[in-house]
């Protein structure tokens, strides 16, 4: 398998390490090559005949850049490089973007599908804006788009339901989606500040430098679209997310819930309701024996409600990249392997 990374950030390189593990390819039914990596500050670098990703990876941790020995910089740009290079499978991890729409990450697919390439992706704009556009295209030219870590770091939710719950509807889904948001509430509740919660998230390396994508709900926004858009077949954004973030939440409505047994929870939630699709994002107050009340820290779950089941809970205990990398590694398998759909 040709592989063209966009994007080599924390969880392309998580991934690029997995897969310099040579003893797992039996195991994946994967030979990997890697023809191309390719990047916003760092440029990018190709080799038709395959990068040595151990140098690659090398090079970036001790020098900070892509370039190994006496290669060059590739004179490509990102998009070019998805338009023109000889690739199997692109795998697009770069970063979000939700001021863009998506935008540049669903343009790099969009060229892979358009030239029949399959596309594994952790990067949930596009899945949040453009999804509907891009499986009819990789369907039309009869490839791939799978996006497992896009939400949940890499839980099987996307795959348990395309290949488990074929059969049935989903009428809705309710859950936990932001680890950052989680543990400042659960913070708070234990009596720190929100600050000192926002601090605590950045030093554990969870919080980016500017917190408000997740305190604001921006991110769980486009992840219950992304979930809607897919579990739900919505076709809905971000911005058609009713949104409220955690920062009018203080340490004083987090004890005086739990003095009344309860717990306050960002909920990311999408209902059919009188057959359209409402989609929300809010902090709500859950009972202490509800199974969203056990999530603590950066824990995540989602609850699944179909026409055919009673609901179904997935819990994801304080995931990390490992997980989020073991994600992009399975949809990696699911194109490798033909038997997998
Ligand atoms: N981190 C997680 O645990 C996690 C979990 C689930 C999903 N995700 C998603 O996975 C993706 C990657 O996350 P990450 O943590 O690896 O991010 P990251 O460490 O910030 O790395 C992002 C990478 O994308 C590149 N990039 C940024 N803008 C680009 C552009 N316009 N064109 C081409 N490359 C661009 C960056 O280039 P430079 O190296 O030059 O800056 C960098 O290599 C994101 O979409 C994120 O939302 C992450």
Not at 169 to 192: A, D, R, V
Not at 209 to 227: I, L, N, S
Not at 249 to 273: F, N, Y
Request: glycine residues 8%; aromatic residues 6%.
């Amino acid at each position: 398998m040709r592989i063209l990374f966009i994007g080599f950030g924390n969880v392309a390189k998580e991934t690029a390490r997995i897969l310099t593990e040579k003893e797992l390819y039996p195991k994946l039914d994967l030979v990997p090559t890697v023809i191309g990596v390719f990047t916003q500050r760092h440029g990018g670098v190709e080799n038709t005949n395959g990068l040595d990703l151990r140098s690659v990876l090398r090079s970036l941790k001790e020098k900070n850049t892509l370039v190994c020995e006496d290669e060059q910089l590739s004179s490509l740009t990102p998009l070019e490089a998805a338009q023109i290079l000889d690739y199997d499978v692109l795998v697009e991890l770069s970063a979000l973007s939700i001021s863009e729409h998506g935008e540049p990450a669903s343009s790099y697919i969009h060229a892979a599908l358009e030239r029949g390439k399959s596309v594994v992706s952790a990067n949930k704009g596009p899945v949040a804006f453009n999804y509907h556009k891009l499986k009819k295209l990789a369907d039309e030219k009869g490839v791939k788009y799978l996006f497992e870590s896009a939400v949940m770091d890499g839980a099987p939710v996307f795959n348990l339901v395309r290949r488990c719950m074929k059969g049935s509807t989903i009428k809705g889904f309710s859950g936990i989606l932001n680890g950052t948001t989680n543990y400042i509430l659960s913070y708070m509740e234990n009596g720190g500040t929100f600050e000192e919660g926002v601090k605590q998230a950045q030093l554990a390396g969870i919080a980016e430098a500017d917190p408000t994508m997740d305190t604001d709900g921006w991110d769980p926004a486009a992840k219950t679209a992304a979930f809607a858009n897919v579990l739900m077949d919505a076709d809905i954004n971000p911005f058609d997310v009713e949104r409220k973030g955690i920062s009018q939440i203080t340490p004083e409505m987090c004890k005086d819930a739990l003095k009344r047994g309860k717990r306050l929870k960002l909920i990311c939630r999408a209902q059919t309701i009188d057959g359209k699709i409402k989609a929300s994002v809010k902090v709500e107050e859950v009972d202490k024996d509800d199974v969203m009340a056990l999530i603590s820290h950066f824990g995540a779950a989602i609850r699944i409600e179909s026409d055919l089941m009673h609901p179904n809970t997935i819990i994801q205990d304080r995931p990390d990249l490992l997980d989020t990398a073991y994600g992009v590694i399975e949809d990696l398998i699911s194109i490798s392997d033909k038997s997998v759909c």
